[in-house]
């Protein structure tokens, strides 16, 4: 048997998602597997890969031969390294078996003495120890994640896309330093661009030895210039031979064969080649081709050597975006100008998840327009485009010819984009993509036939070459659109079946740029005139209105939007969403707030993807999905949803902020209680029982006097604490000037309860809230709320105090805060009013929480230092508070009469969900809820869920439970089962079960389900007449008490459902 079906077999990468790299759709297994995996499958095709195995749609292992020298083992790194998205490579060599990590740095074929500089994560040489020294490999693991959490594995700054998106700016800055600055840049990015096309066009080989004959020919030595070595050090071409470099060399043989590829090609691709000739000197030339092609100086650092433009995937070229569009010589300036505009370079998996969901088998079959409304270098176009030839490829069984990729272009693509350049970027990476699906003979023959590829963006040109695919306009500049009747017919209302893209998220501030407020009056004049309101001038929300005009009725809609859309509650914001939400019906909203750091460098602002139609909601559930970091997301940068990240929603007021806030981390047992603390007749909102509740001074623009202001000393922010005394040292005095006062002298004084704005989280915290009962006059800044009471007697600020500082506050304001888990952790004034509590002076709770309240306050002993040797040791201070804010917790409970499942409801939000917001990878919700048998952590939730199904079993019976373990540990099975009372029974582990559970659910399910399946699904729910089986992953945050009764009533539930539908048949 060959090592890799070993490796297969062995490993059980055979029964996950392992196809055989292959350019056709003809071998593939389903008609869906090419349409959501074809380009992977074709580019290892095109490394020499023999098979790919994927995790849901994200391809994570390459699997490949080569021979047994160490210089074919390079070779080949480097060429699966171009694949730039795998994490692995299974690379089998005769007699042995090496794995490489494949976010390492590419190696210089060209040096040997660099070859050893490849590391390998693991070696075999003994084939029949395949199951046990590559344990760590197998397929489970990898599924799991739980392979990645290992150390080795280091960030992914060294993978092909993220290392050619740094090098891209190495090149562009050192081109910008070397004269081609300020309104040069252009030429800059024109030279690059086209370097990267004559590239790719080389590694294809479609421009060959003969292309450049033919332009060297025109003067003489320039054909001995192709054919010597290039006369600078450090250049080594011996690998694959390549021309460019060498005309790099003459300015004018250079610009002469770019206005040959111009005319043989498309004038788009090389725009204003006359202008730039006069201002691109030879040693911008010279830059290029050292930085390029050479080995000496900076463009060590660099990976060019390594990249083959026929392997690196095409949506990368759109990166050229990060660095192009936003025009500043500067990281940080580049920073600056990409907040003004709102828009990030888009990482190609959030391009390719939301063509997914829109872009189904039943769409394409009905030859959908797709229109991108911002879309900036055109990576949601180039998506739509590829989905939509893979199809027709199926679908004609046959590669399409160049007049139907044309044809698919001028009919289905469509895009605006405000940015001449970046329009023209998307042009570029559309060219690109149908020269991809054209083998060489292909081009050649349009070439000699003088075919010239289409001209993509839209002009006043009425040629028929002119398909008028991408507008360079403002989206919302809709008298500009309707002046030209071309522009009007392919850009004006009902133009689109699918409408996609990002478009900018956030309103630019103060400083922008004259252009870019420019481009922000006219988003907000279209608003206004159009009647559609929008809050704090957010374009997220604008472009929701605009792909509305665009679409067709019933028309589907797929677009990554800033989180505030649906979570943000000012005036404006609840009035777009109100009618907004009136015009649409939502069918899924993917909240990435937990995850967005894995996706978007640098950017902080938490992101949706949400998909609709152009009709109304009526009684349609929204699948909301929120994913939460994992393994797999943080070290493979794919898109990995569980059925724990799924709540459905139906009949639910969907404009209100707070339902996308609690179904984020809770569940309907969650929205249950919030509704019944709501309609309690023993609760009431604080807001009726405050006096007045604000924010502390601000001195921001200092416009004003500190005035009475500075009768106040101010309480530093890090000196404030629950427990702690202020001394001397933790006051400071407030600025001369501030922007307001706040609302007056009576806000820093008397009886009051001061709050932190913002939970703590350091020293392992997990949002606890910071708020004192103070009675001594003292200032503090606009980071602190201040309340104060109507009826200010001293047992409701004790009370008060007491609530704020239990489990119920915190958790009741996670789940109903806009703010804290979504973006910036902190709860607004108006949120804080929203707490129910409970003022009832007869109330037994009532006089026990004041005494731990008195006894947390006053308790200040001595601590333990050199100079206080017989002082209490700090540790045992923190275990006596956290016994009497245990106390408190029960306290509290009692006062709201808080039944065992509402308890479990905080318990678990506060032990489990809030430590795994904060530490996903740490906490202990990240845990294994089974490990070495110890089944203490699921017994809890064996027992509940036991309990909760008794009350349905025959007098005499109860539930009973056996814990199965299986997929290498990472999920755990647990079977329960009716038997007698009065049977003894013992909770076990059966470590060797897991096959006996497969056929067990197998028997049970219309179709089987493969430990593959269940790992990525996260969730099983099997009933079955012998029993119940509930599948879940090894980590105990979906092994809470709380989940045991979800649980146990969705099964409950499911059972009923057999019962009915037998007694029907």
């Not at 391009?351 to 327009?369: I, M, Y």
Request: overall charge positive.
């Amino acid at each position: 048997m060959k090592p890799l079906n070993i490796l297969y077999d062995k490993l059980d990468f055979k029964n996950g998602s392992l196809y055989s790299a292959t350019d056709t759709p003809s071998t593939c297994r389903k008609r869906t597997d090419w349409l959501e995996k074809g380009e992977w499958l074709t580019a290892a095709k095109r490394v020499g890969a023999e098979k790919i195995f994927f995790v849901e749609n994200n391809p994570v292992a390459v699997f490949a031969e080569c021979g047994v020298a160490l210089e074919e083992k390079v070779k080949a790194f480097n060429q699966a390294w171009c694949l730039a998205r795998p994490r692995l490579l299974f690379l089998a060599s005769p007699g042995e078996i090496t794995v490489y990590d494949l976010a390492q740095k590419p190696i210089d074929i060209n040096k040997q003495k660099d070859w050893k500089n490849l590391k390998s994560l693991a070696v075999l040489d003994d084939l029949a120890r395949v199951s046990r020294k590559l344990q760590n490999f197998h397929r489970d693991n990898v599924e799991s994640g739980r392979l990645f959490a290992d150390k080795r594995f280091g960030d992914l700054k060294n993978r092909a896309d993220k290392a050619l998106i740094r090098d891209l700016k190495t090149v562009r800055r050192e081109l910008i330093d070397a004269g081609l600055s300020g309104k040069r840049k252009r030429f800059a990015h024109a030279l690059i661009g086209r370097s990267i096309f004559i590239r790719y066009l080389e590694d294809r080989g479609i421009l060959t030895e003969e292309y450049f004959l033919n332009v060297a020919r025109q003067k003489a030595g320039w054909t001995d210039l192709l054919r010597n070595p290039v006369s600078r050090t450090g250049f080594d071409f011996s690998d694959h031979e390549t021309f460019f470099p060498r005309v790099l060399q003459d300015k004018t043989f250079t610009y002469l064969l770019f206005k040959k590829l111009a005319r043989d090609f498309n004038g788009d691709m090389f725009p204003g080649v006359d202008e730039e000739e006069k201002v691109v000197a030879p040693k911008h030339l010279m830059l290029i081709q050292g930085l390029l092609y050479g080995d000496v100086g900076i463009q060590k650092k660099l990976f060019f050597h390594s990249y083959r433009f026929d392997i690196v995937p095409l949506d990368l070229i759109s990166s050229i975006y990060e660095e192009f569009y936003h025009g500043s010589a500067s990281d940080d300036e580049k920073k600056s100008k990409a907040r003004q505009d709102g828009a990030y370079y888009t990482p190609p998996v959030l391009a390719e998840f939301v063509l997914s969901r829109v872009l189904t088998l039943d769409v394409l079959k009905k030859t959908p327009r797709v229109m991108d409304p911002a879309c900036g270098s055109g990576i949601f176009l180039v998506e739509a485009f590829r989905r939509i030839v893979r199809y027709e490829w199926l679908k004609k069984k046959q590669p399409l010819t160049f007049d139907e990729l044309k044809g698919i272009l001028k009919a289905q693509i469509a895009g605006i984009e405000v940015n001449a350049e970046a329009a023209r970027i998307t042009a570029f990476s559309l060219y690109l993509s149908m020269l991809h699906y054209l083998d060489q003979p292909a081009i050649d023959k349009q070439m000699k036939m003088g075919n010239r590829l289409p001209n993509l963006v839209a002009t006043t040109n009425r040629s028929a070459n002119n398909f008028h695919c991408i507008l360079p306009r403002n989206a919302f500049d809709i008298d500009h659109i309707k002046s030209n009747p071309i522009w009007k017919a392919r850009f004006g209302a009902e133009c689109a079946d699918i409408v996609v893209g990002n478009p900018p998220w956030g309103a630019p501030g103060t400083k922008a740029d004259a252009e870019t407020k420019t481009r922000q009056k006219i988003l907000l004049d279209w608003c206004k005139s159009s009647n559609k309101p929008i809050g704090d001038k957010e374009p997220s929300q604008a472009f929701l209105w605009r792909a509305l005009d665009f679409l067709k009725q019933n028309g589907k809609a797929g677009m990554l939007v800033s989180a505030g859309v649906l979570f943000k509650h000012n005036t404006t914001t609840k009035a777009f969403r109100k009618q907004w939400l009136d015009c649409v019906r939502l069918d899924e909203v993917f909240n990435f707030s937990h995850v967005r750091k894995f996706f978007f460098k640098g950017v902080d602002s938490p992101f949706l993807a949400v998909g609709f139609k152009k009709e109304k909601q009526y009684d349609s559930p929204v699948h909301y999905w929120s994913a939460k970091q994992c393994v797999v997301i943080k070290q493979v940068q794919s898109i990995l949803l569980s059925k724990n990240d799924l709540r459905i929603i139906r009949g639910l007021n969907l404009s209100d902020y707070r339902t996308w806030k609690l179904y984020s981390y809770g569940s309907y047992k969650d929205c249950e209680f919030l509704d019944y603390l709501a309609k309690s007749p023993q609760t009431i909102s604080l807001e009726d029982e405050t006096h007045f509740s604000c924010v502390g001074f601000k001195k921001a623009s200092q416009q004003k006097k500190a005035d009475w202001l500075s009768d106040f000393q101010k309480v530093k922010k890090e000196a404030f604490t629950r427990y702690d005394e202020l001394n001397d040292e933790d006051f400071e005095n407030v600025p001369s000037k501030v922007e307001h006062r706040g609302r007056g002298k009576e806000m820093y004084e008397g009886h009051r309860i001061i709050v932190k704005e913002g939970p703590r989280q350091a020293g392992g915290y997990f949002g606890k809230i910071e708020a004192r009962y103070e009675t001594e006059p003292y200032a503090y800044n606009h980071s602190f709320h201040v309340i104060k009471l109507l009826d200010e007697k001293s047992w409701k600020y004790c009370i008060l105090t007491g609530i704020l500082w239990s489990s119920f506050a915190r958790y009741y304001l996670f789940l109903t805060s806009s703010n804290w888990g979504l973006w910036h952790d902190k709860v607004l004034v108006n949120e804080r009013l929203q707490l129910p509590v409970v003022f009832e002076k007869n109330n037994p709770a009532t006089k026990k929480i004041i005494a731990i309240v008195d006894k947390l306050r006053n308790y200040h002993p001595q601590k333990q230092d050199l100079f206080h040797r017989d002082g209490v040791p700090e540790v045992s201070i923190k275990a006596e508070r956290r016994k009497w804010e245990t106390e408190l917790d029960g306290a509290v409970f009692e006062l709201y009469g808080l039944n065992e499942e509402q308890k479990d409801l905080i318990r678990d939000l506060c032990d489990v969900t809030l430590p795994f917001y904060y530490k996903p990878f740490d906490s202990i919700g990240a845990m294994q809820a089974v490990e070495k048998n110890d089944l203490s952590w699921i017994e809890k939730y064996v027992h509940i869920f036991c309990r909760r199904w008794n009350a349905y079993l025959d007098n005499g019976e109860e539930m009973r439970a056996e814990v199965h373990p299986g997929a290498h540990n990472n999920m755990v099975a647990i079977e329960f089962y009716p038997a007698d009372k009065g049977d003894p029974w013992n909770l076990k582990s059966k470590n060797d079960s897991w096959g006996y559970i497969l056929e067990q659910i197998g028997k049970a399910l219309p179709q089987p389900m493969g430990t593959s399946q269940i790992l990525l699904d996260g969730l099983v729910h099997v009933v079955s007449d012998s029993g119940i089986i509930i599948i879940k992953r090894n980590e105990k945050r979906f092994w809470t008490r709380s989940l045991a009764r979800e649980d146990a009533d969705a099964t409950i539930c499911k059972a009923m459902q057999v019962h009915l539908n037998r007694k029907k048949n």
